[in-house]
């Protein structure tokens, strides 16, 4: 089994776990976890804007890593867990960095919303109470052209306030504006 | 979307097998590490291989070690080997960007290395990144690193499918510029690569591993492999990176300043100036480096060796930014390394 | 003189206002987040039908050529090809406004950019479908390109397209309220500047997709990535397919990120819907991001000069703005584009007389079209930073010259736009008490600077692309007897919020919780028409509709309640999802109850509102262009860094102010003020749309790594101040946010590079390059300034003049001058200067004589 997966120009076994399953398909060398994800799977929340690794939105995590779906080939992930936003919430209940970028406008069009929750619980999940720089640096691959980040920051604050335990809520200044 | 196009993808778990498999594959192979450089490359059609041979499953390759007597000489003093780093360290090639620049024994003991490879891209390409990788990388042109059909619109460049460099058309090679923010400081640092291949393993300093081609930049022969990076004993001497581009993150250098000095008290004894990005090859600027040898780094030894770098760094029309100001910027960056060391002078 | 409000204006009560508001005004979860922050959001990219074939477009490799001949056949021959398309089978022109039906789906004659759609194939992958391009043989005759500004005033022939109006001058106009002349001989300072703002592109991070489906019953159904799903069904698919209208469905897919960038019917859009009809099987494309590059219509490069007279105290006596725009190859909306850069120069600071000469100039590169702020952050530039140099020449504090001569509210500008309420002097007294700008201004150490902009946008343009007495926009509410509300509106949500806005309104106007409301938008045959998100026309016209239709269901709904308890209909509040007695609270029905006693006495409770804009007050040729149902205004600090040895700036912070009328969802108001400060620093300080002259004419950058979108780490922070002066014509008061705030971005930091480093940079992006240059021409003791020094001679038509208000015009032009007449003895070169349409646009669409707005 290993010995024939060490090889591959047709299609080539694949066994993954996503988002806690595990799937087993059949995949060509040259195809990228991005396009498995949207395209065998059917998980199109994991979105793409370049597919050359030059804008971030496709961030899943591998094994808790956050990294860039379309330049990863599938073949590369055998035997990895990789999450996806689909995988964020906890049954019907939002994952708390969901909570926060739905309550402060974090998303306006969302599509660069998958990726950017996805680095940022990977940096909560390494320092729970991140400072502003911290998150600026962790989402520095990520783009977006909505929010010029605001609000974002904002959210993943809020988010890491709610995962430490604390009774955190959005500050007046954030959903009002200065007096 | 964009796709890679087919290819035969070999995943050995052994460096032996790994070497076999790319010298089978002949010239249409190649090594993957992070496929961060490759990858892209691969779906806008400018490198090609038929067979492409990952390294990431290839045992002994991702690792940060102590360099054989003198890490172990370093336990055994301290009795501590966790709390103490061993003095020269290892770096397999296959280690991440993000390993190596949050790495405590290198943030420690070659900091300059940490700095470089945290500059590097974003967080999720360092994470995929690879020190060897980096150190490969192509060779990058704004007229080369662009899709098959814009190329294709101006009859493609020597670099790839065609026969005229269009940075400069009359030129007989080619002017793609080194982007490397490692290859320069281990220039400066004098590191020496260890590169396997079918005959075996040989050693070069990192300062004969490139060549000033656009497209043969590299000395390396095709069946051989960078395995991993031999760094100095870090005692006696100080270095820094300085890294321009336009933005924080995700930017190629457009300018890299290496800067390596060896102290004699508060003296500079020996010095390497490399500037990233502004050839095909890490440009040591030995000139620059005199300037400053036998000084304390006085703001005029500083002045000098600044105005000795800027004179010989020749940007091309090859990425982002206006020639005449990244010439300019050379004097700037390396005034400012020099004065960052400066501050760190020993008393 | 001065008559800037001193704060926000006392919030008017109505009947609506009775009882607290609930949910407008209140920050809350936009009604589609949770969707968002799932990823379950479908965008275009996301959907997929059995069946389904890929399609790749073959681009023209050449900025101008001529086709000589295409041969498909070795791509019709690839297995897995199932049709191959040139622009033979589309041949109808199509564009979005009337006097620019330029584009065609496929090229038919001529390429004119590099990127210019030539052929399509449709195939069973995408890999497949790219392979078949590069199969497709074309025959191309070179013809000269049209480089520059310079190259379309110079070179006449060969023309980019034949109905130009001079060479390859498109559109020229010339308009004249109030004799300039006597203006600037009143005034006792004058300044002329010449300046450039560079052209920049939207960059959504979604890349645009279309999927359209055909069935044998002759029904078309295209899914898109389109801010305008009307104009796509009617001014494109309806058109160019040759399917009425009544057949075809488009439905306009939630865009991940528009801007502008997706508010033209695409070349793309149109090839899958014929695509679609050949095969018989779904279709769908999704560009790559190089391609999003060539489809564009993003921000016009402007080449600006302004003669501005002032009193002492900064009174402007007169203006004169010229403006000339590259706009690329096609026409897109670029004529209103051209129309906005000399619009609402009167509707900041009171301008008595004004002049303005405008010019759209076609080359051969990626068509511009509308941007975030569409044609307005060019000359808003140009007037705010001279502004701030006047400023200095007089020795006035640059806010507080502003805070003098801001237009008082109610007010009928020299160019016959009716502004009414102004929040700007609340603006700059927030902004300036924020920053601390007192101390700052001119004091701070060399490097360091701070500089400040006004501005002012349209709330929705006031005129119809295709001009017509309906309707912009139409809702349909549906009240469900299980309680549940159901807005349809064919508003098309591009992150900006605007479904959000429909749930806002409608959960307080019938008092029931936002879960309980259900919207439906943008899908052209189940919601009435709403013409687009574009012109930041959304909220007040999506809004008003549904003002309309909600004030029309409680009615019917308070008439059954009100006989079963007994009170007069109008006491009845609408609140906590029940309908009581306003006197007396205990006294009410549910909501459902009350909904259920409408329906059975009543029958289904479905009611509808539309809204159309006031009429304008200008009656010019080019009055189109500027009239808006309210004007939302803009005021910005930057504060910056310099470094003089590198010229690097890096924004440090920006505090913005922003009168909004009154905010329907705070929280989302404030994402739309910081992202429109995001965007403004990027074309600040870094975006361009550069192009080799040399090679091809090709873009130099067409990826997300070349073309600098700023990060997390450039992005400066943002401090903002959100006025509320409730215009009268905005539901519950509320005016635009999508857009206007953009606008002072890029002045606010050029004057704060002044402050910082005393050099001042005419152009944007505010580049390290040009710093470092205009500093060594101040130290060698040149002009301390980097930016264009000449405005080149253009064949201005004869003027238009409009007597202003003051002057006792009605709006209209004297004489016949309001007809546009050739320049004859100006431009003997020029053949033909009437309108001239092209055959095709003639023939599809009696195309009004009108100058058309967006």
Redo the contacts between chains.
Sequence with gaps: MARR?????GK?PLTLEVNGETVELAV?????L??IL?EDLG???????????????C?VTLDG????SC???G??CEGKSVR???G??HGAE?HP???A??????????????GI?L?AEALIAGNPSPTRDQ?????????????????I?EAVELAAAWMRGEEAR?RE??????? | MLRLPPFTYLQPTTLKQALRMKSDAGPDGMYVAGGTDLYPNMKRRHQEPKVVVALGRVRGLRSIRADGPTGRRARDRSNRPTAQPPNRLVLGAMTTLTELAAHPHVNARYPVVARAAELISTPLLRNMGTLGGNLCLDTRCNYYNQSYEWRKAIHFCMKKDGDVCWVAPSSPRCWAVNSSDLAPVMVALDAQLVLAGPKGERVVPAGRFYNNDGINYLTKQLDEMLTEVRLPDPDGWDATYHKLRRRGAFDFPVLGVAVWVRWDGARVADARIVLGAVASLPQEVPEAARAIVGTDLSIEAVEASALAAFKPSKPMDNTDFGLSWRKEMTRQFVKRALLELRERRPS | MANAKGGPAERRTSDRDAFARRVVGRPHRKVDAVAKVLGSTRFADDLALPRMLYTRLLRSPHPHARIVRIDTSRAAALAGVKAVLTGQDLPVAFGILPVSQDEHALAVDKVRYVGDPVAAVAATSEDIATAAVDLIDVEYELLTPITSLDDALRIHEPRIHDYAKHGNLQKVTDLEFGNVETGFAEADHIREDVFFYEGSTHLPMEQHAALAEWSPDGKLTVWASTQTPHYLHQRALARVLSVPASRIRVIACPNGGGFGGKSDPMNHEVVVAKLAMVTGRPVKITLTREEVFYCHRGRHPVLMWVKTGVKQDGAITAMHFKSLLDGGGYGSYGVASMYYTGALQTVTYQVPRYKFQGARAFTNKAPCGPKRGHGTPQPRFALEVQLDKIAEDLKLDPAEMRLRHIVPPQTLTANFLRVGSVGLGACIRKVVDGSGWTTKFRQLPHGRGVGLACSSYICGAGVPIYWNDMPQSGVQLKLDRGGGVTVFCGSTDIGQGSDDVLATIAAEMLGVDLPDVHVVTADTSLTPVDLGSYSSRVTLMTGNALVQAAERAREIVATYAAAKLEVPPHRLVFAGRRVFDGGNSERGVTFVEAVQLAEAAHGTVVTVGSYRTPTAAGRYRGAGVGPSPAYSYSTAVAEVDVDPDTGIVRVERIWIAHDVGQCINPVSVMGQVEGSVYMGLGEAVMEEMPYRDNRNLMHKIPSMLEYKSPTTLEMCDVVTYLVEDPDPNGPFGAKEVGQGPLLPVPPAVANAVYDAVGVRIDEVPITPEKVLRALKDKTKGGVPRFGPTRFPEVPWPEPIRVPPPWEGGDGSALGDAGRQRATAGEQPRTRRSDARQPAAAGRASPVSDREDST
């Design positions: 997966r060490s090889e591959a120009s080539a060509t060398p040259q195809k990228t991005l396009e949207r998980l199109t929340g994991t979105k793409h804007g370049c597919e050359l690794g030059e804008c971030g939105t961030t890593v956050p990294i860039l330049l990863m080939l073949l590369a996806t936003v689909e964020m919430a939002l960095l969901q909570r970028f739905a309550d402060l406008g974090a998303a306006q069009c969302g599509y660069c919303t998958p929750m680095a998150i600026k640096d962790a989402l520095s691959g990520n783009l977006c052209r909505c929010t010029g980040y605001i609000k920051y959005p200044e954030s959903l009002y504006g200065e007096r």
